[in-house]
């Protein structure tokens, strides 16, 4: 750099928390100096300090000459801070007092990978890899559509079609059919139209918060997703299926040989279990049942299911 005189050379050098030495050369004919900062002094480079009768050399004590090595991992010794007389600048990814310790990013959550990425810290920094079902450099990952590759997933999956999911595909059944375990097999009671019923808040344990009330029930149902498998067969405590009073089937489930039976259907209210009763019909459809459900008239009374 270029100086007008010692004074701005040796104010440049302190300026700059590396610099612990300086070279300034004579009066060039415009008036100026050219100005070195130099960031170790003749101790550390004595072989290699060399006479030079256009440059004046001034250094400073030096705190990072005997002890510079002990700052770790590439970072950079800062003589003349704190009351040790030496700092360490860490370089990326490392803190401590001599930059010893490596910074866990991941666990921290300073990394920047995608939300459907994982972090993998390594040495010094971290690496990002897109989790499985979606694609790209871990920074911006992608869902990759499984139903549109060639080789179609759900082939091997008779009587269904690939619906894409995030990060994921299902092999969802045609109509007709009904999913049970990893095939799709004929729905004996497609016939009947049944409607799903799927909310969570049908299950028995479900502490009820706004108490609802099946008033609106006619025809055949069948308890699936988030609502369990079936109508249970226990009696539900008090508050429970997001209702007042539970409803519950008393009686065991059918068999497939046994068809379309009645089943006994208990309402529980306060200390009884079954306070007041009927009868609905129940049909086993091999992988699932459906209940022939009618309009309550015990408010708030809902029908409760499980797993």
């Known amino acids: 750099m270029t100086v007008k005189d010692l004074d701005e050379c040796e104010h440049r050098c302190y300026l700059d928390a590396n610099c612990v ?41 030096n705190k990072c000459g005997k002890i510079g090595l002990k700052c770790a991992n590439n970072s950079t010794c800062q003589s003349g801070f704190t009351q040790k007389g030496y700092r360490c600048a860490c370089t990326t990814g490392f803190e401590g007092e001599h930059c010893e310790n490596d910074i866990d990013e ?9 939300v459907n990425a994982n972090c993998n810290n390594t040495n010094g920094g971290y690496n990002c890899s897109c989790k499985d079902g979606y694609t790209g450099d871990g920074q911006n990952c992608a ?55 799927t909310d969570a808040e049908r299950k028995y344990d479900y502490v009820t918060v706004n108490s609802k009330c099946d008033k609106t029930l006619d025809g055949w149902y069948r308890f699936k997703g988030a609502a369990g498998t079936k109508m249970v067969t226990t009696c539900p ?51 699932y049942y459906i209940y022939r459900l009618g309009n309550l008239g015990h408010c708030d009374a809902r029908y409760c299911s499980t797993d």
């Open 21 to 61: 030495s300086l070279n300034i050369r004579n009066k060039d004919p415009d008036g100026t100096h050219k100005c070195e900062l130099n960031n170790s002094t003749h101790l550390e480079h004595d072989r290699d300090l060399k006479d030079n009768q256009l440059y004046y050399y001034r250094g400073a004590e």
């Open 143 to 197: 869902d990759i559509y499984e139903c549109a590759a060639q080789n179609d997933p759900c082939a091997a999956v008779a009587n269904s079609t690939c619906s894409n999911t995030h990060g994921s595909y299902h092999c969802m059944c045609e109509d007709g059919f009904v999913n049970n375990g990893a095939i799709c097999e004929v729905d004996v009671c497609h016939w009947q139209h049944y409607q799903n019923l």
């Open 106 to 114: 991941c666990d921290r959550g300073s990394h920047k990978c995608h």
């Open 237 to 287: 405590s008090m508050n429970r299926c997001d209702g007042n009073f539970p409803v519950w089937l008393s009686e065991d489930h059918p068999t497939v040989a046994e068809g379309t039976v009645l089943r006994k259907v208990c309402v529980r209210k306060f200390e009884l279990c079954c306070e007041n009763w009927f009868r609905i019909k129940v049909k086993n459809c091999s992988s």
